[in-house]
Structures are given as structure tokens and as C-alpha cells.
Nanobody, 115 residues
Framework: QVQLVESGGGLVQAGGSLRLSCAVS????????MEWYRQIPGNQRELVAA???????NYDDSVKGRFTISRDNAKNTVYLQMDSLKPEDTAVYYC?????????WGKGILVTVSS
């Protein structure tokens, strides 16, 4: 059973930083594309950043230059470093793993950016 567990969320002032972590159980991690999504209540879940098993990254325009996704395959963990945070970054952030049509979601973690 693959499980994704997010950590590192919380409350931060605008301009501050947070680092989210997502620990993945099992061997699925090493071959999976890992992604961070976020969702504001009432809105659709949106893709924030992605990293392939080979390390290729992709970002939504709204976070380019501010967020950095990375992965540590030895620790089965993906990270999202969030700098220069803005109030509009406030959302529940979800870790997502996918490969060969199989996907898994974390339960989500709240990030709140105060103005």
C-alpha cells in the first residue's frame, strides 16, 4: 500500500518561506512523477509543480521563481521550497504521485500566508 504523508505546512507572514515535505512509502516513489497541487476552498485543485523520476521540473507560472520542487530518492521524499510567499498562496497543498496510469494522493496540508 503506497502512502503519501505531507508535513511542513503552517502559518507564515507574506514574504516568508516554508518547506513542504512528502514522504512516500514503498518502491513506487523511485519511478513516479511527483507533483504538488493546491486547492483553495470552492476552487479546483491546481498543479503547482512537478518533478519526474529523472529530475525534470515544471512549474505553474504563478510560482515560477519563488517555489522549487526537489526529490531525494534515497529518502523517498519530495520537497517544495516556497519562498517570497504571498497571501494568494494560501491553500491546502497536496502531494501526488503518478506512473503508468496509477496515482496516489496525500491527505493535504494547510499553508496560510498572512498579509
Amino acid at each position: 500500500q503506497v502512502q503519501l504523508v505531507e508535513s511542513g505546512g503552517g502559518l507564515v507572514q507574506a514574504g516568508g518561506s516554508l518547506r513542504l515535505s512528502c514522504a512516500v512509502s514503498g518502491s513506487f516513489f523511485s519511478i513516479a512523477t511527483m507533483e504538488w497541487y493546491r486547492q483553495i476552498p470552492g476552487n479546483q485543485r491546481e498543479l503547482v509543480a512537478a518533478i519526474t523520476s529523472g529530475g525534470t521540473t515544471n512549474y505553474d507560472d504563478s510560482v515560477k521563481g519563488r517555489f522549487t520542487i526537489s526529490r531525494d530518492n534515497a529518502k523517498n521524499t519530495v520537497y517544495l521550497q516556497m519562498d517570497s510567499l504571498k497571501p494568494e498562496d494560501t491553500a491546502v497543498y497536496y502531494c501526488h504521485a503518478r506512473k503508468f496510469g496509477i496515482e496516489h494522493w496525500g491527505k493535504g496540508i494547510l499553508v496560510t500566508v498572512s498579509s
